[in-house]
């Protein structure tokens, strides 16, 4: 039952902004980190940002400072805001959220369809 979608990749010229969404439905546990991923042409799969359900957010070093993510518990959806952006930002953007409601118990992970973006120079 959980779905995760996502929208807002496109091409844009280096530089320049764009913003992902993505939006989960079904039952997902409110404790959980939700975060987006990354995959070039190439290149493994790599985390770009998350975030907890308590606002803590970890971010991988090329991106920090040019990137912000955020989240609206309510609505259940994550965002990613991509600002500066430099041709290497080109990737397939996956959405993803897990939870561990028990440290002894299931892992649940699940990921989005993904959404291509690309930077022109």
């Known amino acids: 039952q959980v779905q995760l979608v996502e929208s807002g990749g496109g091409l844009v010229q280096a530089g320049g902004s764009l913003t992902l969404s993505c939006a989960a439905s079904g039952s997902i546990f409110s404790s959980n980190v939700m975060g987006w991923y990354r995959q070039a042409p190439g290149k493994q799969r790599e985390l770009v940002a998350d975030i907890t359900s308590g606002g803590n957010k970890n971010y991988a070093d090329s991106v920090k400072g040019r990137f912000t993510i955020s989240r609206d518990n309510a609505k259940k959806m994550v965002f990613l805001q991509m600002s500066s952006l430099k041709p290497e930002d080109t990737a397939v953007y996956y959405c993803?959220?897990?939870?561990?409601?028990?440290?002894?118990?299931?892992?649940?992970?699940?990921w989005g369809q993904g959404t291509q973006v690309t930077v022109s120079s």
């Open positions: 993803n959220v897990r939870s561990n409601p028990a440290a002894w118990g299931p892992r649940y992970d699940y």
